[in-house]
């Protein structure tokens, strides 16, 4: 998020010349390549700490051996932050992908200026700039 912060700081000084916005375009999309990196390596850690939990939960119910639940309440202390942050990683991927589809929508710098705002940067703003935009001419 520390990224669209600074674009938008950028933003904020002035319009952007077209070799810029070429250049905001190709820094999106290895942004977005990084965020899609990051986000499978926690959907492997993610699944692999689920499984495990389930795996412990089937061990309790066919064994009978209590102390199995020691560790199935480690796990899920530790898979309830990871789904909280593989979700915060998907909602910035998706906020990454319509910060793109608006550079390539919008080449223009007003209408950049327009979009990116510090205040401005969570998902529910983006859908209502996406939303203003397809319904004006």
Avoid: W
Avoid at 55 to 84: D, E, S
């Amino acid at each position: 998020m520390a990224y669209l912060k600074d674009i938008s700081e950028r933003a904020e000084k002035g319009e952007f010349s077209s070799e810029e916005l070429s250049v905001l375009r190709k820094q999106a999309l290895t942004q977005i390549g990084f965020f899609q990196h990051e986000r499978f390596i926690h959907l492997i850690v993610t699944m692999t700490f689920a499984l495990m939990t389930v795996m412990t939960l089937m061990g309790i119910c066919i064994t009978g051996y209590m102390p199995l639940a020691a560790l199935m309440v480690l796990l899920l202390i530790l898979l309830v932050p990871y789904i909280r942050h593989y979700f915060i990683l998907e909602n910035g991927t998706q906020m990454l992908y319509r910060y793109f589809d608006l550079l390539e929508k919008d080449r223009t710098p007003e209408k950049i200026n327009a979009y990116v705002q510090p205040s401005n940067l969570h998902a529910p703003m983006l859908k209502t700039c996406i939303s203003k935009n397809q319904q004006s001419p």
